[in-house]
């Protein structure tokens, strides 16, 4: 497609379960970022990836969180044993450039956590 | 104290109104910075892009940036219906991997 892709729109998980998140970036982008934007904030980093390489994780809020980028195309964020506090949007955005290149967005996953 | 200051409004002018959007830093090591806008349920799409200090403008939309005051504007001329939205700035240290960002400022235009 022509821009990015994410799925679900929108999850309801109950407290405990897992849940994973996929993203699929502008075809060719180098760069993909995962942000957290929870109700009335903005969006908070969580995670980088270079192509394949996973080169900044320093915005994960804890070891639930998990994020992979296999092929360097597609990315996947799972959260394990969900929290009522992780119900929020993830954004997944992805970038041509590799370090100041504009960032594409998706229209996000919205999680709700019960 | 957060980072980047924003105030979320909400900010209600009639069209054709000029609206002045504004963030307030702390990180003297910003050196670029981004206003994005967002409508409701989809993600942020980037309006302006500044490097360093200086002003852009671009069509209605023109960004200001005083780094001594560590100050960001984004004024809208004739502004228009479609263009409520939320208004977040953005800005990092020296490249887009890690941005941080306002709060947002809710933005309706009033026909």
Redesign the interface.
Known sequence: GAGVSQSPRYKVAKRGQDVALRCDPISGHVSLFWYQQALGQGPEFLTYFQNEAQLDKSGLPSDRFFAERPEGSVSTLKIQRTQQEDSAVYLCASSLDATTGELFFGEGSRLTVL | QKE?E?D?GPLSVPEGAIVSLNCTYSNSAFQ?FMWYRQYS??????LM?TYSSGNKEDGRFTAQVDKSSKYISLFIRDSQPSDSATY?C?MSPG??????????TSLAVNP
């Not at chain 2, 349920?41 to 980037?46: F, I, Q, S, T």
Request: charged content about 20%; cysteine-free; overall charge positive.
């Open positions: 980047v924003q979320p670029y349920r989809k993600g942020p799409e980037l892009y977040l953005a490249n887009n991997r890690k941005l941080i960002w306002g709060l947002g």
